[in-house]
Structure formats: structure tokens, C-alpha cells
């Protein structure tokens, strides 16, 4: 969350807003390396940081900013879903179809970092390449599946749990699930990651992934709009 950006971001001066609307989630500007950006980050201290219709919104709005000044996007993941406790399912299509859109159909330079969970709609809305993502980097420890580990356990792996040890072989299904399928390194085998980063490496690369961008996005011929 917000610890993060002041971490990556120049002198740790950045600027969030929203924060009363939509605390689940981080968005604001900073620079980094010399580069304004625009960036929207998990808060994890919120609703465990998870998507709700004011999240899609406010991500919505500063991705369709940052877009119409070309500013880079950073966006950092660590979200488990939806937020369960909304039940108004006309809200989320709304609101998330509408994020969807703010990513798939712009041009300004866009870099993720699944920096702890990417479960379900947290990954395909987030942090997903068919969105159009530059690049996409995972930390080490990071978990990203379909279904947290707990759920695909429960949902596909049931039958394994044996009789009489139910906690000591749940965990360990929970343990394997995590390291075989939804581990970064499988992610990155799937072609949904660029590369896995340690934290301490985490600032140079994405200041390096900015310039690259940057000077994609400048060599690019100026399209007219009409």
C-alpha cells in the first residue's frame, strides 16, 4: 500500500487521493526516477484489499487521467477479489467493466507488480497482460491463482484430505497447491509474468521498465485523432 509507493517513489514524496472514498485501494501520483507517474496499490490494512465498486471507480478514474497525459501507470497487487460483503452484483459489472476498459483501451505505459496475493478478479482485473499491461513483475513470495489456496484445495483437492489428520494434510495440500500451481515462477511459465523480483530490486527495475516504456511509447509516430 501506501508504505510501498513512499518506498519506490523519489525523496518518499508521493500524493494519494481518495483515501476516504475507497481506502481498500491506493491511487495518487509520484515520482519516480525522475518520472511522474500515476499509481494505484492494494491497501491491505482495508477490507484485506479487496476490489469493491468504489475501488473500480476510483482505479477508473486515475487510469483515464493518467492516460489522457500519457502518464505511466504503477500499479501494485495484493488483492484477493471481490469484496464478499457486497452483494449488489450490478455495481461490480458497472464498475468493474468500466476499469476494464480503462486499461484495454489505452496507450500511456503501464507497469505492474504483484507484490503479495492475485487471486481470481485480482489478477485478471489488475494485473492480467491481455489488458494491455507492459510488464508485469511478481515478487518472490507472492501467490497468484485462480482461487486462493484454501479454496482450490477445498474445491478440487477434497478428496485427498485422509481421515483422522484433517489440519496436518489440509495445510499440506494448501502448501502444495501453492508451491506446484500458484506460485510466481508457474505464472511466469504461463507467459503472465516477466519476471520475479526480490523487494530490494523492485525500485531499479521499474525505473528501468519506465524508461524502456517511455522511449517505446516517443519513437511511436503521433496518430491524429479525429
Same mark, same amino acid.
Given at each position: 500500500?501506501?508504505?510501498?509507493?513512499?518506498?519506490?517513489?523519489?525523496?518518499?514524496?508521493?500524493?494519494?487521493?481518495?483515501?476516504?472514498?475507497?481506502?481498500?485501494?491506493?491511487?495518487?501520483?509520484?515520482?519516480?526516477?525522475?518520472?511522474?507517474?500515476?499509481?494505484?496499490?492494494?491497501?491491505?490494512?482495508?477490507?484485506?484489499? +479487496?476490489?469493491? /465498486?468504489?475501488?473500480?471507480?476510483?482505479?477508473? *478514474?486515475?487510469?483515464?487521467?493518467?492516460?489522457? @497525459? =500519457? $502518464?505511466?501507470?504503477?500499479?501494485?497487487?495484493?488483492?484477493?477479489?471481490?469484496?464478499?460483503?457486497?452483494?449488489?452484483?450490478?455495481?461490480?459489472?458497472?464498475?468493474?467493466?468500466?476499469?476494464?476498459?480503462?486499461?484495454?483501451?489505452?496507450?500511456?505505459?503501464?507497469?505492474?507488480?504483484?507484490?503479495?496475493? +492475485?487471486?481470481? /478478479?485480482?489478477?485478471?482485473?489488475?494485473?492480467? *497482460?491481455?489488458?494491455?499491461?507492459?510488464?508485469? @513483475? =511478481? $515478487?518472490?513470495?507472492?501467490?497468484?491463482?485462480?482461487?486462493?489456496?484454501?479454496?482450490?484445495?477445498?474445491?478440487?483437492?477434497?478428496?485427498?484430505?485422509?481421515?483422522?489428520?484433517?489440519?496436518?494434510?489440509?495445510?499440506?495440500?494448501?502448501?502444495?497447491?501453492?508451491?506446484?500451481?500458484?506460485?510466481?515462477?508457474?505464472?511466469?511459465?504461463?507467459?503472465?509474468?516477466?519476471?520475479?523480483?526480490?523487494?530490494?530490486?523492485?525500485?531499479?527495475?521499474?525505473?528501468?521498465?519506465?524508461?524502456?516504456?517511455?522511449?517505446?511509447?516517443?519513437?511511436?509516430?503521433?496518430?491524429?485523432?479525429?
Amino acid at each position: 500500500g501506501e508504505a510501498l509507493i513512499a518506498e519506490i517513489s523519489d525523496k518518499k514524496n508521493y500524493i494519494r487521493l481518495f483515501a476516504e472514498y475507497a481506502p481498500e485501494i491506493a491511487v495518487g501520483f509520484a515520482s519516480v526516477g525522475g518520472v511522474g507517474c500515476a499509481y494505484v496499490a492494494s491497501e491491505r490494512s482495508y477490507r484485506d484489499g +479487496a476490489l469493491t /465498486p468504489a475501488a473500480c471507480r476510483v482505479i477508473t *478514474k486515475i487510469q483515464k487521467f493518467a492516460d489522457a @497525459f =500519457a $502518464l505511466p501507470m504503477l500499479t501494485f497487487v495484493d488483492c484477493p477479489g471481490f469484496d464478499n460483503s457486497v452483494t449488489d452484483n450490478a455495481f461490480y459489472l458497472e464498475s468493474a467493466s468500466a476499469m476494464c476498459d480503462s486499461f484495454a483501451f489505452s496507450s500511456n505505459p503501464k507497469i505492474t507488480t504483484v507484490i503479495g496475493r +492475485a487471486y481470481g /478478479p485480482g489478477f485478471v482485473y489488475m494485473a492480467s *497482460k491481455s489488458l494491455g499491461l507492459g510488464t508485469c @513483475f =511478481a $515478487l518472490t513470495d507472492s501467490v497468484i491463482s485462480a482461487l486462493s489456496p484454501e479454496a482450490s484445495v477445498a474445491f478440487l483437492w477434497n478428496d485427498k484430505i485422509k481421515e483422522g489428520d484433517l489440519t496436518a494434510s489440509r495445510e499440506m495440500l494448501e502448501l502444495d497447491w501453492r508451491e506446484k500451481y500458484a506460485s510466481p515462477n508457474d505464472a511466469a511459465l504461463c507467459g503472465e509474468v516477466d519476471d520475479i523480483l526480490t523487494p530490494s530490486e523492485l525500485r531499479p527495475r521499474i525505473v528501468s521498465a519506465l524508461y524502456m516504456l517511455l522511449g517505446k511509447l516517443r519513437s511511436q509516430p503521433v496518430r491524429r485523432k479525429r
